[in-house]
C-alpha cells in the first residue's frame, strides 16, 4: 500500500528556518515527480514547488521562489523541503506528493498527483 509520511514541521520564528521531510513507502519514488503543496486556513490547497525524478527540473511558486528548496534521495526514497527566511504567510498544513504521469515543468496542481501524504502543520509566528 503505498504511503507518504511527512515529518519536520513545528513552530518557527519569522525569519527563521525549517526543514520538512517525506518519506514514501509502498511505491517507488525514482520513476514519479515530487511536489510540495500547502494549505492554510480557509484556503485552497496550493503548489508550493516540485522536482522531477532525475532532480534536473525544479520549479517553485512566485511567493517561495529564493526562501525554498526542493531535494530529493531517490535512495532512501525522500523528499525534501527546505524552508528560510519564512514568514507568517507560510503558515498551513504542508502536503508531499507523487505521481508518474506528470512533468514538472510548471507550479504543481493539486488535481495532477494521485499519492498524497497526511499533512503536516507549519506555524510561523513569534
Given at each position: 500500500q503505498a504511503r507518504l509520511v511527512e515529518s519536520g514541521g513545528g513552530l518557527?520564528?519569522?525569519?527563521?528556518?525549517?526543514?520538512?521531510?517525506?518519506?514514501?513507502?509502498?511505491?517507488?519514488m525514482d520513476d514519479k515527480v515530487m511536489a510540495w503543496f500547502r494549505q492554510a486556513p480557509g484556503k485552497k490547497r496550493e503548489g508550493v514547488s516540485c522536482i522531477n525524478a532525475d532532480s534536473w527540473n525544479t520549479r517553485y511558486a512566485d511567493s517561495v521562489n529564493g526562501r525554498f528548496t526542493i531535494s530529493r534521495d531517490n535512495a532512501k526514497n525522500t523528499?525534501?523541503?527546505?524552508?528560510?527566511?519564512?514568514?507568517?504567510?507560510?503558515?498551513?498544513?504542508?502536503?508531499?506528493?507523487?505521481?508518474?504521469?506528470?512533468?514538472?515543468?510548471?507550479?504543481?496542481?493539486?488535481?495532477?498527483?494521485?499519492?498524497?501524504?497526511?499533512?503536516?502543520?507549519?506555524?510561523?509566528?513569534?
Open positions: 518557527v520564528q519569522p525569519g527563521g528556518s525549517l526543514r520538512l521531510s517525506c518519506t514514501a513507502s509502498g511505491i517507488t523528499v525534501y523541503l527546505e524552508m528560510n527566511s519564512v514568514k507568517p504567510e507560510d503558515t498551513g498544513v504542508y502536503y508531499c506528493a507523487a505521481e508518474r504521469l506528470v512533468v514538472c515543468s510548471d507550479v504543481p496542481r493539486p488535481s495532477e498527483y494521485d499519492y498524497w501524504g497526511q499533512g503536516i502543520q507549519v506555524t510561523v509566528s513569534s
